[in-house]
């Protein structure tokens, strides 16, 4: 009896012998991918964050420093002269003043025409609607090298070539597509109970943009204006094709006058002036990250 007795109880150890084992290897495993997850992140920040380190470091070395020691190494020497010389030589503050006003001249069409084609699109609904719909997505896909003959010629003859307008108007026009694309899929997450209680209080399509759609939308138009003005911000092909004077040169066409003669480039006023201009940008991305992921998620999945 006793032998029989004691089936059970070894049953029950065996069992929990068992699940003891299975659960250090659940846990094991769960190590082991946690492990390999944290050194991918690390792999992929460092990879990311050490070409920005070595920007800032190096824009304060010295010349000599650069030239003779090693450019990948720890500096010597620190000095904030190269910022004095790429102000002085390179007239960067001029640079960085175009770049903001086609920046901003920019994303104003890219929000204000966006929205209102997103708004007939996708709440306004009209006959033809999702064939336009269809034009808008397909230029998306348009390469932007095609266009800049064709406009070339066009801006000659009209006399736009040489202004701040033969910038505006091309970034303007092959971003609009996405910024319908983005607006298009938050609008169509808006209940439409919420426009119908607005029309039976008597507001018409322009109100109930004005104080309904608009006020709904401040995280994608943050979304739009961000995606946008990083591309706009380092836009080098129109400037360099339809800019012919120093004075409306942006940042990435004006960076080239850091090269001297027979090719001689002054790396260290180079470095200080591009970590001059990109900073702004880092810290408004900093700034407005947070309300940029929302807008991306708003027009993805739910508003």
Request: aromatic share 14%; proline share 4%; with cysteine.
């Amino acid at each position: 009896m006793t032998g029989v007795e004691s089936l059970p109880s070894m049953r029950s150890w065996y069992k929990q012998s068992f699940n003891n084992v299975e659960g250090y290897r659940h846990h094991r495993r769960i190590t082991v991918h946690r492990i390999i997850t944290w050194v991918l992140i690390a792999i992929i920040m460092v990879i990311q964050v050490y070409p920005l380190l070595w920007l800032f470091i190096t824009s304060v070395r010295t010349e000599h420093d650069f030239a003779a020691g090693d450019p990948f190494g720890i500096p010597q020497q620190f000095t904030l002269d190269n910022y004095a010389r790429a102000f002085e030589s390179g007239n960067l503050g001029r640079y960085i003043l175009n770049s903001v006003i086609v920046t901003f001249g920019s994303n104003f069409f890219i929000v204000i025409l966006g929205m209102m084609a997103a708004y007939a699109l996708q709440v306004l609904r009209f006959k033809g609607g999702k064939i336009i719909r269809m034009i808008f997505m397909m230029g998306i896909i348009v390469p932007v090298q095609i266009s800049l003959v064709p406009l070339f010629i066009d801006y000659s003859q009209v006399g736009l070539l040489d202004t701040y307008w033969s910038m505006i108007i091309p970034l303007a026009g092959f971003s609009i597509p996405m910024s319908v694309f983005l607006f298009s899929s938050f609008y169509q997450y808006i209940p439409s109970e919420t426009y119908e209680a607005a029309s039976i209080d008597g507001a018409g399509p322009y109100r109930i943009f004005a104080q309904i759609t608009l006020p709904l939308s401040l995280n994608t138009i943050v979304t739009v204006v961000l995606v946008n003005s990083i591309f706009i911000w380092n836009e080098f092909i129109f400037a360099n094709t339809f800019v012919l004077t120093d004075d409306l040169k942006t940042i990435p066409l004006g960076l080239q006058n850091y090269i001297g003669a027979m090719g001689n480039t002054d790396w260290t006023a180079t470095f200080a002036a591009v970590c001059v201009t990109i900073t702004p940008l880092m810290l408004v991305f900093l700034v407005l990250n947070k309300a940029m992921i929302q807008g991306l998620e708003g027009g993805a999945t739910k508003g």
